[in-house]
Structure formats: structure tokens, C-alpha cells
């Protein structure tokens, strides 16, 4: 079937990965003349029309279409998260829609400058500051630091935004990280034995190589998240949720995992002897080559 340019009006039906919208030619062709969907519908193109209610299919994810119709009917960006941006973008990409691409890069460009206004303290700050006996950032707003390499020990962060910050190679030993957003944080490679993590939010933070033994992860969220080599010995993981966490080749003896959720969490190689696995779900763990020795199985289930 091929659509009639001239009736720009008319109602055009769509299943875009078998989510169904309803628009108009005006809508699909005017704001992006040059786009793939403009084309679809500019009348040269035969396009495939399902036979019972006449939806035209396109094989494409259709949860953010709906923001690809917005856009074209008002031409404003909507406002997402930034994993959510960039699913959008992907999809502008594939539909050619080249204001909305723009749009979408301005949007990030702008939350990264003004998450960069908001940061509290610098680099410079940070370091004049631990100088002291007692040091406190509790409540701060640290996103986007980079506080690598510095002695960072029995300093206290709980409540602080720490997203994106940078730790890789800093001595955190001691320190307090309760209830903090430490979204997507680099912490390769540093010192954080004995610190207190409880209810903290780490999710797809990069802790491999970290020195974690004794450390308080307790109801933290650490989906996501890269253990890759850390020695997480006597570590309390108590209910933490560990879902698509690599922990290949981690040390986790006499770990408290009681309760800790492990769906699809990778485990290739760790050390888990002595550790305390009671009522863990292990069935949908990665578990090849990893040593359970001793390890407190009661209740788990394999």
C-alpha cells in the first residue's frame, strides 16, 4: 500500500513492536521532512498494512515512541533519566530524526554542566579538608569527582550524592557511606576495609580489585555492580541485592550472605568457603569453579 501525500490529514495507524499509536501524515512528515518515517509516508514508498485493522507494522522497541510522536507534534524534548535519554536516542538514530538527536545530546550536555554547578566542594576542597582530624561530608553533593588516590580513611559520607564519583585507588578504610547514592562510582583497585556501606545505593558501581574485607554492604543496592577480584572476606552482605553483580573471582570468605539476592549475579571462581549462604537463591547463580568449602548452605537453594 502506498499512502497519498496530499491527504496529510488522514489517520495512520502503527504497531511499532506491538505497541499501537495513532497520528497523522502531518505529524509523521512536516517536523523532520528528511527523516526514514517521512519518507515511509511520503506516497513513493509501498508500505505493509496489517489485514485486520490496518496498522503498518515496524519492527522497532515502541516504549519510547511516544516521545518520537510528541516530538514531532510540539517539538520538545522530554525530560528522562539518562539511561532512558539514551535508549531515546537510539531510536531517533534509526528514524533519522535529526532534530530530535540534538535535542536529546543538548538535554545531556546541559543536566552534565548544571550536576557540575551543583557539586559542593572541588578536588582542591576535598583535600584541604581531610587535613583535618574530623572529617565530615555527610549530606554533600560530590557527583562527579574525581577523589582518586587520596587518603580518604574514617572520613564519614553518609547521605552524601556521590554519583559518578571517582575512589579508584583512594584509601577509604573506615569510612562511612551510609544511605548514599553512589550510582555508577569507580572504586577499582581502592581501600575500603571495614567500611559501612548499609543501605547504600552503588548500583553499577565498578569496585573491582577493591579491598572491601570487613566491610558493612547490608541492604545496599549493588545491582549491576563490578566485584570482579575484590576481597570481600567477613564482608556483611545481610539482604543486599546483588542481581547481575560480577563477582567472578572474588574473595568472599566468611561472607554473610544471608538473605542477599543473587539472580543471574556471576560467581565464576569466588571463593565463597565458610561464607554464610543461608536461604539464598543460588539457583540462577553463575557458580562454575567456585569454592563453597564449609560454607553455611542451610535453607539455600540450588
Given at each position: 500500500?502506498?499512502?497519498?501525500?496530499?491527504?496529510?490529514?488522514?489517520?495512520?495507524?502503527?504497531?511499532?513492536?506491538?505497541?499501537?499509536?495513532?497520528?497523522?501524515?502531518?505529524?509523521?512528515?512536516?517536523?523532520?521532512?528528511?527523516?526514514?518515517?517521512?519518507?515511509?509516508?511520503?506516497?513513493?514508498?509501498?508500505?505493509?498494512?496489517?489485514?485486520?485493522?490496518?496498522?503498518?507494522?515496524?519492527?522497532?522497541?515502541?516504549?519510547?515512541?511516544?516521545?518520537?510522536?510528541?516530538?514531532?507534534?510540539?517539538?520538545?524534548?522530554?525530560?528522562?533519566?539518562?539511561?532512558?535519554?539514551?535508549?531515546?536516542?537510539?531510536?531517533?538514530?534509526?528514524?533519522?530524526?535529526?532534530?530530535?538527536?540534538?535535542?536529546?545530546?543538548?538535554?545531556?550536555?546541559?543536566?552534565?554542566?548544571?550536576?557540575?554547578?551543583?557539586?559542593?566542594?572541588?578536588?582542591?576542597?576535598?583535600?584541604?579538608?581531610i587535613q583535618s582530624d574530623r572529617v565530615r561530608f555527610r549530606g554533600i553533593n560530590l557527583s562527579g569527582l574525581d577523589l582518586s588516590k587520596l587518603d580518604l580513611s574514617f572520613v564519614?559520607?553518609?547521605?552524601?550524592?556521590?554519583?559518578?564519583?571517582?575512589?579508584?585507588?583512594?584509601?577509604?578504610?573506615?569510612?562511612?557511606?551510609?544511605?548514599?547514592?553512589?550510582?555508577?562510582?569507580?572504586?577499582?583497585?581502592?581501600?575500603?576495609?571495614?567500611?559501612?556501606?548499609?543501605?547504600?545505593?552503588?548500583?553499577?558501581?565498578?569496585?573491582?580489585?577493591?579491598?572491601?574485607?570487613?566491610?558493612?554492604?547490608?541492604?545496599?543496592?549493588?545491582?549491576?555492580?563490578?566485584?570482579?577480584?575484590?576481597?570481600?572476606?567477613?564482608a556483611h552482605l545481610q539482604t543486599a541485592d546483588l542481581t547481575n553483580a560480577n563477582l567472578e573471582g572474588a574473595n568472599l570468605e566468611g561472607a554473610n550472605l544471608k538473605g542477599a539476592?543473587?539472580?543471574?549475579?556471576?560467581?565464576?571462581?569466588?571463593?565463597?568457603?565458610?561464607?554464610?549462604?543461608?536461604?539464598?537463591?543460588?539457583?540462577?547463580?553463575?557458580?562454575?569453579?567456585?569454592?563453597?568449602?564449609?560454607?553455611?548452605?542451610?535453607?539455600?537453594?540450588?
Open positions: 500500500m502506498a499512502y497519498d501525500s496530499e491527504s496529510s490529514s488522514s489517520m495512520v495507524r502503527l504497531n511499532i513492536g506491538g505497541r499501537k499509536f495513532c497520528t497523522t501524515l502531518d505529524t509523521l512528515t512536516q517536523r523532520e521532512p528528511d527523516s526514514m518515517l517521512a519518507a515511509m509516508f511520503s506516497g513513493r514508498h509501498t508500505i505493509c498494512q496489517e489485514s485486520e485493522k490496518g496498522h503498518i507494522f515496524v519492527d522497532r522497541d515502541g516504549k519510547h515512541f511516544r516521545h518520537i510522536l510528541n516530538w514531532l507534534r510540539d517539538g520538545v524534548i522530554p525530560p528522562l533519566k539518562d539511561s532512558e535519554y539514551a535508549q531515546l536516542l537510539r531510536e531517533a538514530e534509526y528514524y533519522q530524526l535529526l532534530g530530535l538527536v540534538d535535542g536529546i545530546k543538548s538535554a545531556l550536555s546541559k543536566r552534565k554542566e548544571d550536576e557540575e554547578l551543583g557539586t559542593e566542594l572541588t578536588r582542591i576542597d576535598i583535600i584541604k579538608c564519614d559520607f553518609s547521605y552524601a550524592c556521590l554519583k559518578t564519583v571517582f575512589f579508584s585507588r583512594a584509601n577509604l578504610q573506615c569510612a562511612k557511606f551510609r544511605d548514599v547514592d553512589a550510582e555508577a562510582s569507580i572504586f577499582h583497585n581502592a581501600t575500603l576495609r571495614e567500611c559501612e556501606f548499609t543501605g547504600a545505593n552503588l548500583r553499577g558501581a565498578v569496585l573491582a580489585g577493591a579491598n572491601l574485607q570487613s566491610a558493612n554492604l547490608q541492604d545496599a543496592c549493588l545491582i549491576g555492580c563490578s566485584f570482579c577480584g575484590a576481597d570481600l572476606r567477613s539476592k543473587l539472580t543471574n549475579a556471576n560467581l565464576k571462581g569466588a571463593n565463597l568457603q565458610r561464607a554464610y549462604l543461608r536461604h539464598v537463591n543460588l539457583r540462577d547463580t553463575h557458580l562454575e569453579g567456585a569454592k563453597l568449602d564449609g560454607a553455611n548452605l542451610l535453607g539455600a537453594i540450588r
